[in-house]
């Protein structure tokens, strides 16, 4: 007979949460579940904001045109609120599986960086660090490394990408803050770890900054054991 494992996908805002409880560096968000309430936490937040679609039935936010990035004042927030509500229901998401929407700072880095776990039945959990966004999909540039990690462990994982080099200052451009990752993947690391029902995390951008400023995760997926 055939186990099947039932599994939860955790939305943004979810996963945030679980990021929050071990210290990963987040850039500022907030959720909305509606249009007043959205403009009504803008105060809170730094423009230049980041609006994306909260929804069970969406996991792949950018896909559905659910991403809108760029904000720049209140009209701004109020189009990207009807584009991303629009867009979803033009891929026959229903309004009542719309949860609302997460808004957040706009955040720049050097580089996007992938930072994903999988547990694997056999050798536990697995991290794995890319070059983010479209890259790790088109240039499957990925390097692997099985728990436990040390720091050196994991610049070792970091060296093996074949993008190594944009982040280590390649024809003049700036150093990234490749300390600042590895201490990100140590707290990843300590966070699956410590969770025994997450199965699969995905923190795809996490922003590099330039050395000394840091990183910052600015997406986040996590698949529970339900
Ligand atoms: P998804 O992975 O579900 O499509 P993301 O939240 O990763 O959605 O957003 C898609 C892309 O939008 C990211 O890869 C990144 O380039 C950009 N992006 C998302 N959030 C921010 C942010 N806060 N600041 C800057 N760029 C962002
Ligand atoms: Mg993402």
């Known amino acids: 007979m055939k186990v099947q494992q039932v599994t939860r996908v955790l939305n943004e805002i979810q996963s945030r949460r679980i990021l929050g409880k071990y210290q990963l560096n987040q850039n500022k968000y907030l959720f909305a579940k509606n249009i007043e309430t959205c403009i009504e936490v803008t105060n809170q937040l730094k423009y230049p904001l980041v609006m994306k679609v909260v929804s069970d039935k969406i996991v792949h936010k950018s896909d559905f045109g659910g991403v809108q990035i760029g904000l720049n004042n209140l009209e ?64 499957k540039d990925v390097s692997l490394g099985i728990c436990p990690l040390d720091d050196d462990d994991i610049y070792k994982m970091l060296k093996k990408l074949k993008g190594y080099p944009l982040l280590n200052g390649y024809r003049g451009k700036k150093q990234a803050d490749i300390a600042a990752l590895v201490e990100t993947v140590k707290k990843v690391q300590e966070l699956v770890l410590n969770e025994p029902d997450i199965l699969e995390m995905d923190l795809n951008p996490v922003m590099v900054k330039e050395q000394g400023k840091g990183c910052m995760i600015v997406d986040a997926r996590i698949v529970m054991k339900n």
């Open 76 to 139: 701004d927030v109020k189009n990207a609120y009807n584009i991303i509500i629009r867009n979803a229901l033009l891929k026959n998401v229903k309004e009542d599986e719309i949860d609302g929407v997460s808004i957040q700072e706009m955040e720049n880095g050097l580089e996007e960086i992938l930072i994903g776990v999988k547990k694997d039945p056999v050798f536990g959990p697995v991290i794995l660090v890319g070059l983010g966004g479209v890259l790790v999909e088109l240039m």
